[in-house]
């Protein structure tokens, strides 16, 4: 298996607080995503990260910020939690350099905003 | 909205049949990806296709690709239970250096004992 962490594996926080997700990879990969599971919805995309300091929006990045200021971390910040960000979040990496590859998927971070 | 469709949503078959899902997309990709979701678990990368390849195989896996339909099936052949899963494509899309990995909402496979 790649070696990628998330952490915390399941949280409960309560409504307006912030929220802090870490994904951690041992496998020097250039690409970090971090996705949201909802039933119905698959996967979505909320940021990605394509090097230190490097990172851009998704397809549902409203309500989430992330920071990589190593190349072996990427964090997903939610500033107010709030009761429709309960979900499952995923973080995958990906060493795109100059040729597609797959990507690797933590275990998976259950949140619930109550 | 989404990069990739998965049709159908779920797919119920005897086991030792074939399951064929099929996935559509909206822009231009380099290559596209079909991922195994086992319930409750991260996803698994299944195989690749490059955007000028039709055909892969990987043991029971085929898949095939029509840019110009802008879609791809998945075929898994004589199925066994351990096939009940989530399956879901994934598209590439590039803005000036950088890629991300899109996925579709995911076709439901259950095997029939």
């Known amino acids: 298996d790649a070696g990628i962490t998330q952490s915390p594996r399941h949280k409960v926080t309560e409504t307006g607080t912030p929220v802090t997700l870490r994904c951690h990879q041992t496998?020097?990969?250039?690409?970090m995503y971090w996705y949201r599971q909802d039933p119905g919805h698959g996967l979505r995309l909320i940021h990605y990260s394509y090097g230190v300091k490097d990172t851009d929006k998704g397809e549902v990045s409203d309500g989430y910020s992330v920071s990589r200021s190593k190349t072996e971390d990427f964090l997903l910040t939610l500033e107010s939690a709030t009761s429709s960000q309960t979900s499952v979040y995923f973080c995958a990496i990906s060493d795109l350099a100059g040729e597609p590859t797959e990507a690797f998927f933590g275990q998976g971070t259950r949140l619930t905003v109550v | 909205s989404q990069q990739g469709e998965e049709d159908p949503q779920a797919l119920s078959i005897q086991e030792g049949e074939n399951a064929t899902m099929n996935c559509s997309y909206k822009t231009s990709i380099n290559n596209l990806q079909w991922y195994r979701q086992n319930s409750g678990r991260g996803l698994v990368h299944l195989i690749l296709i490059r955007s000028n390849e039709r055909e892969k195989h990987s043991g029971r896996l085929r898949v095939t690709l029509d840019t110009s339909k802008k879609s791809s099936s998945l075929l898994i052949t004589a199925s066994r239970a351990a096939d009940t899963a989530s399956y879901f494509c994934a598209t590439d899309e590039w803005y000036s250096s950088a890629s991300k990995i899109i996925f579709g909402s995911g076709t439901r496979l259950s095997i029939r004992p």
């Open positions: 496998e020097n990969h250039r690409y």
